[in-house]
């Protein structure tokens, strides 16, 4: 049972163009969201990330869209930069029900072409 | 460098040959973890250690065992290895309320059972 689906195992930009992500989750009690990012051979690292109680989250290049009501988040990369060619994780956490687990989704593969 | 410390990087291992993944962290994190990537599949959690003293099964702790040292270690085990445990393995810790930056990972460990 995926908790976490993310259903474009990749995706093609252009340099200078919009990337959008997109991440659905079946678990209601998932209240924070977080993406991740990751370059072969390297662990994943830390992108952004967004509680339950906000609808949007924006740090420099990268936004996350939450909607609630539609189990379903999104990050945006404006502009996107040949350096985020990686594979992008979204992550869920159920923090209310005392858990810090991580359910990660499947990844998608981003490819920022010049 | 601050972070997480997985060895080793690469193993073979034969059928039926054990052994065990080491990973430290010094960033005084209470919570400790082992995922999994494997292609389509995303990141699946092994098992964690949610703080000292403590360790849980995740989605798939079947074949492994791990071992909570102390707040710094948390090392994994395959007492018997078998071809469905090739796999990347990742190690991750965190703070126990995932303060806004969720997990950091170690870089990895790739190990190929034939």
């Known amino acids: 049972d995926q908790q976490v689906k993310q259903n474009s195992p990749s995706l093609s930009v252009q340099e200078g163009r919009i990337s959008i992500l997109n991440c659905d989750y079946t678990?209601?009690?998932?209240?924070?969201f977080l993406w991740y990012k990751k370059y072969p051979a390297e662990g994943p690292t830390f992108l952004i990330s967004?509680?339950?109680?906000?609808d949007k989250n924006e740090d420099g290049r990268f936004t996350v869209f939450l909607n609630k009501s539609a189990k379903h988040l999104s990050l945006h990369i404006v502009p996107s930069q040949p350096g985020d060619s990686a594979v992008y994780f979204c992550a869920a956490s159920g923090l209310a029900g005392g858990g810090n687990k991580l359910t990660f989704g499947t990844g998608t593969q981003l490819k920022v072409e010049l | 460098n601050a972070g997480v410390t997985q060895t080793p990087k690469f193993q073979v291992l034969k059928t039926g040959q054990s052994m065990t993944l080491q990973c430290a962290q010094d960033m005084n994190h209470n919570s400790m973890y082992w995922y999994r990537q494997d292609p389509g599949m995303g990141l699946r959690l092994i098992y964690y250690s949610a703080s000292e003293g403590t360790t849980d099964k995740g989605e798939v702790p079947n074949g492994y065992n791990v071992s909570r040292l102390n707040k710094r270690e948390f090392s994994l085990r395959l007492e018997s290895a078998a071809p469905s445990q090739t796999s990347v393995y990742f190690c991750a810790s965190s703070h126990r309320d995932l303060s806004n930056y969720g997990y950091t990972f170690g870089s990895g460990t790739r190990l190929t059972v034939v």
């Open positions: 678990n209601s009690m998932f209240d924070y």
């Open positions: 967004i509680s339950s109680i906000k």
